[in-house]
């Protein structure tokens, strides 16, 4: 794991609460709230019991969606994909997560899984400072997801985007260029764009 990421797995673990996303067997997403028990180099750890929807859920999908607010008010988001470790890793969320024992005392954490999300990509969002910063990582073998838009080469230069912009994150050039690490994201460029010039970066 790279050291931008493990910066943000490292956040997950201090911040600790995050609402984990996933998605039934009928197609209908589902969240809670839970706890990342461990921040390690090759990833998270998160426990659950297996008789608990969510377990399912993450067996028969292998995939999670986690979201998390930063002590300074910057957000925290991830996707990826997971599987169950080892049993040892149950102890090792234990020894490290004390408060547990009171919820499962003596051999009744067994009854808990410890899941490592092995893989997947994320983003750093800081709404509370001019200019707005976000930043990507990824681990595990995925790569870093930018979100957002892109202006082609059918811009016209005119500068509508620029100045619909409310961060003024659009700079002239041939084609304009969007700095996408101070970018909302709102789309107001693409309404403003007389030549339809700026594609969304992920249809």
């Known amino acids: 794991m790279n050291e931008k990421a493990k910066k943000y797995v490292d956040l997950f673990r201090q911040v600790k609460i995050a609402t984990a996303a996933t998605v039934d067997a009928e197609g209908h997403p589902q969240a809670r709230i839970i706890n990342v028990m461990l921040a390690e180099d ?10 608990k929807p969510f377990y399912k859920q993450l067996v028969e999908t292998g995939e999670i969606a986690l979201a998390a607010m930063c002590p300074d008010c910057q957000s925290l988001k991830f996707t990826g994909r997971l599987r169950v ?30 899941f490592h999300i092995y893989q997947g990509h994320g983003e750093w969002f800081d709404l509370l400072h001019y200019p707005i910063s976000r930043e990507t990582f990824a681990y ?4 870093e997801e930018h979100n957002g838009f892109e202006i082609t080469d059918s811009c016209i230069g005119c500068g509508a985007c620029a100045q619909a912009c409310p961060q003024q994150c659009i700079v002239p050039g041939s ?5 996408w690490e101070h970018c909302l994201q ?18």
């Open 175 to 179: 084609p304009y260029q969007i700095h």
């Open 85 to 114: 470790a080892d049993k040892a890793w149950v102890d090792k969320v234990f020894e490290q997560n004390p408060g547990m024992n009171e919820v499962y005392p003596g051999e009744s954490r067994y009854i808990l899984d410890a």
């Open 42 to 51: 090759d990833g998270m750890y998160i426990v659950t019991a297996k008789g």
């Open 186 to 203: 709102c789309g107001r460029c693409v309404e403003h764009c007389p030549a339809d010039a700026i594609r969304r970066l992920h249809p």
């Open 140 to 143: 595990g073998g995925d790569e």
